[in-house]
């Protein structure tokens, strides 16, 4: 087989396999980026805007991991912290479970959500090593948690409950 088939450059340095956990994590970041980026396209307004912040500091999240360099900082999470306190307030929360993907918005939402949600369990594994730093795994915990507020906002109270029988 060939070497460039099992090897690739990061930031840091080249023959990084293309199996490590920062290559897994990368690539999991990138996906959830690109899949905010269809939310992105089929929102419209303030959550237009947000996902479009978003987009770029997950470059910087990825760049991290790439190069070792602490690219997400304490004032990116107080940031996403601010959001997410404006969404909280003006933001009803359900009292149940609720299905969330109700139209084509809020559908995109939730699948970036869900691979937020996948990329921050190698964030955290990364952490854990010592290999991103602590802003960048509470910024990405943080993140998933907009998405879901920024989904809540979308429905703006037209909540579908999940009821469950006895």
């Known amino acids: 087989m ?59 999240l990825g760049a991290e991991i790439s190069s070792g360099k602490r690219m997400i900082h304490e004032g990116d999470v ?8 404006e969404l909280r307030q003006e933001t009803p929360l359900p009292g149940s479970f609720i299905v969330l993907e109700q139209d084509v918005t809020t559908a995109y939402l939730s699948i970036a959500r869900a691979a937020v949600r996948r990329a921050e369990r190698w964030v955290v594994r990364l952490g854990r090593e010592g290999k991103v730093g602590e802003s960048a795994v509470e910024w990405i915990n943080k993140l998933s948690y907009l998405l879901y507020l920024l989904i809540l906002s979308e429905l703006d109270g037209n909540y579908e409950p999940v009821k469950f029988e006895e």
């Open 2 to 60: 060939m070497k460039d088939a099992l090897t690739t450059r990061s930031l840091k340095e080249n023959g990084v396999p293309k199996d490590s956990d920062e290559i897994w994590a990368v690539g999991s970041i990138d996906e959830a980026n690109a899949i905010i980026g269809v939310a992105k396209v089929h929102s419209s307004g303030r959550t237009r805007e947000i996902l479009a912040s978003i987009q770029k500091k997950m470059f910087y």
């Open 78 to 85: 107080e940031d996403l912290l601010a959001l997410i306190h």
